[in-house]
């Protein structure tokens, strides 16, 4: 793969751009506006890994020494300019989405967004907690900003309410994800003296909060059903996801070792994949 094209590391960045589609389709609004709003998220992303490997490229030489910056196929000036490039891009989309919608909160959202990724990537990633929740938001709100785009575009209150909702579930299995990956990465992240949770407390206690978050966002995710956000579907597909963060909880409590840590981050992941598309099969 071209070097430029896996340093945004695509995948990644797709997830936010589901978040946006999901939005999209529970607000059945398939717009100018929303699309814009895609494609800003796919570029602010990229720009966020693109920075974040440039500030942990000693890290990834220990962890990931075959990523672009550490394996030489990117050189550190070129990384910096273009994530400041493709930060640059996604905030005229941003604005252009506020002119379309005749309101600068989308445009605000993409700027705070991109100052959040920048500082994260460069002092609050190492900060135990606050690197975490950091993504967290970030992640939670990709609904959000579809939400807005959608509502404000379609006068329509009860789509950015259901945004919120989503951005705070997303923000939870986020954090459980975030946490098993400095669990993963404890060894190069020692080197680098950050101050990750898993450094300062240990994996045990990390494994806990962990799986405390997992199985949070099991019990609670029912209640998109309960309160009529999402049909009967929802729950169907969502089992599917419980099971898997269930299952993913029991693996991080039970063993804390690295390749462990790394089973059960890829565990969350797919369990936010399989309840992102109950969000979008629940809104039929």
């Known amino acids: ?46 720009g966020g890994n ?15 020494p075959n990523r672009p910056i ?16 493709l930060f640059l891009l996604s ?25 959040l990724m920048y500082y994260y990537a460069y002092k609050l990633k190492k900060i135990a907690i606050i690197g975490n929740l950091s993504i967290s938001i970030l992640t939670g ?23 919120l909702y989503l951005g705070f579930f997303a923000f939870i299995m986020t954090m459980a994800r975030e946490v098993t990956k400095d669990m993963e990465d404890i060894e190069g992240d ?4 950050a101050r990750t949770f898993p450094i300062l407390y240990g994996l045990k206690k990390s ?7 997992m199985i949070l966002a099991s019990v609670l995710s029912p209640i998109l059903y309960f309160n009529g956000i999402f049909n009967f579907y929802y729950i169907l597909i969502l089992s599917l996801a419980i099971i898997t963060f269930f299952y993913g909880a029991y693996t991080i409590l039970k063993d804390q070792s690295i390749e462990s840590a ?23």
Not at 268 to 284: C, E, L, T
Request: hydrophobic letters at 55%; a positive charge.
């Open 262 to 284: 790394k089973k059960a981050s890829k565990l969350v992941k797919i369990g936010m994949m399989i309840a992102f598309i109950s969000f979008a099969v629940g809104s039929f």
């Open 207 to 213: 494994s806990y909060l962990a799986g405390f978050l």
């Open 50 to 64: 693109v920075i974040n490997d440039y500030f942990d490229h000693k890290i990834d030489a220990i962890n990931k």
């Open 70 to 85: 550490p394996s030489g196929r990117i050189s550190l000036q070129n990384a910096k300019i273009y994530a400041y490039v």
């Open 91 to 115: 905030i005229v989309i941003g604005f252009i989405i506020s002119y379309l919608v005749n309101s600068l909160i989308p445009a605000i959202i993409v700027i705070i967004s991109s100052i």
């Open 141 to 163: 709100l990709c609904f959000i900003f579809g939400g807005f785009i959608i509502g404000l575009e379609t006068f329509n209150n009860n789509i950015i309410i259901t945004s």
């Open 190 to 193: 020692k080197t680098e003296k």
């Open 1 to 46: 793969m071209n070097g430029y094209l896996e340093i945004i590391r695509p995948g990644n960045a797709v997830m936010g751009v589901i978040a946006v589609i999901l939005m999209a389709i529970i607000g059945e609004d398939y717009n100018i506006p929303i699309i814009l709003g895609a494609i800003a998220v796919f570029l602010a992303m990229g």
